[in-house]
């Protein structure tokens, strides 16, 4: 579904205009209304965004329920290879989300699609992972196999039951000089009991016995966001993850907004480092920050200001830290430390100073 931008587009892009020219190389934009009313659609993150493990992030589903409910179209694009289209949409839906296979667009997907561009059809490739790689090269006219011999190349994405069987017979093939093809290079996923393995800590093991590097397909690539933008027919889509190097990493070099959630993997020490091709348009605790209005912050001789908080350039945090549930005071932190006026070692004090740590 395309929707026509609304009056708070104009608003928000005005903000947009003047936060630029107060902040400089700082890129976080304000709106006086709810987030939501600036786009189109949402192209959602799903671990650490709606879901962490098999259990759903508190508030998470009323969040998106209500935008979709307000107009928008909701995509999910996820770098996890280990599911299909449909056992994610299966997950959600489960969740209480309204959600087809069309509204996933996974790692898997974009590789498959990618090597069936490339190969022969019914060409035989080496699958490093589980069905959620080999059931999109099916679909994709390709022959999943799990021997070196015969296959023309590897393709490797995460699954719980990737071990030493698959990486050695990776090895021999990339070894013989098959191309190999990663869905991704996330180092971690993130879990209820903190980051574990994820799909690039298993690449790296394959490039220490090879000596090689694949092609990575997944986030931060821009097409993962721009394929599922155009499959929705959206124009003006919002990005939400909570990777920096990935989800809005991403949406930068796609050229979308973005908002990056505090419920997985990036922190607010992450944000305040974040180098220009990783800083996010919005911040947000979570979900709800779809609905919520963003204030601006702005820069002074002294520090940075946004809301009832201002942060020093001594990494000292004045006024109500506890303000917009202490986004605020992120929000000033990072105009200054993006800015370069907030020294590195005073980045621990300001987030603890703001109880996000």
Known sequence: MTASPDPPLASARQQDDESTNRLGSAVLRGTDTPLVGGYDALLVDLDGVVHLGDQPIPRAVDALRSARAGGLTVAYVTNNAARTPADVARGLTGYGLDVAAADVVTSSVVA??????????????????????????????????????????????????????QLAEATVAVRAGRPW???NLDRTLPSPRGPLPGNGSMVAALASATGQQPESVGKPKPAMFTGAAAAIGARSPLVVGDRLDTDIAGARAAGYHSLAVLTGVSSAADLLAAGPDERPDYLGRDLDALHARHPA?????????????TVTTRGDVLGEPGGGDGLDGLRAGCALAWAGRLPAERYDDVVRALSLD
């Open 112 to 165: 498959a699609r990618l090597l069936a561009d490339r190969l022969p059809a019914g060409a035989q490739v080496l699958v490093v992972g589980g069905d959620g790689l080999r059931a999109p090269l099916v679909a994709a006219g390709l022959t999943p196999v799990a021997s070196a011999d015969g296959a023309v190349a590897v393709v490797q994405g995460w699954a719980p039951e990737v071990g030493w069987p």
């Open 181 to 183: 093809m990663a869905t």
């Open 297 to 309: 912050p702005y820069l002074d001789g002294d520090g940075a200001h946004c809301g009832a908080v």
